[in-house]
Nanobody, 127 residues
Framework: QVRLVESGGGLVQPGGSLRLSCAAS????????MGWFRQAPGREREFVGT????????YYADSVLGRFTIARDNAKNTVYLQMNSLIPEDTAVYYC????????????????????WGQGTQVTVSS
């Protein structure tokens, strides 16, 4: 049974930075791509970005491209989301998730392609 635990959320001023972490346990973490999604109140879950199983390839939503960076440390079973130049529109609960299949060769922005989700961590961007 896979378990994902996000951390690192909080309150930050516009223009600030945060780094979220997602710690995984219970499965061969290094075999699976990981995604980050977010959900603001009253809105659907939104794709943020994804990293492949090896960490050699990433893909981002246009809304965060150039501001957010995803990285992973397979030795620590952890994936990170570095968020810079934050704006109020980034306010949401952020979730990490694992791809449904191992060694996926494509990036997917679709929640249905992810099988396990963390509980989420709140990020609030406000002055």
């Amino acid at each position: 049974q896979v378990r994902l635990v996000e951390s690192g959320g909080g309150l930050v001023q516009p223009g600030g930075s945060l780094r979220l972490s997602c710690a995984a346990s219970g499965r061969t973490f290094s075999s699976y791509g990981m995604g980050w999604f977010r959900q603001a109140p009253g809105r659907e879950r939104e794709f943020v970005g994804t990293i492949n199983w090896s960490g050699g390839s990433t893909y981002y939503a246009d809304s965060v491209l150039g501001r957010f960076t995803i990285a992973r440390d397979n030795a620590k079973n952890t994936v990170y989301l570095q968020m810079n130049s934050l704006i109020p529109e980034d306010t949401a609960v952020y979730y990490c998730a694992t791809r449904s299949t191992s060694y996926s060769t494509n990036h997917s922005p679709m929640p249905r392609d992810y099988t396990t989700w963390g509980q989420g961590t709140q990020v609030t961007v406000s002055s």
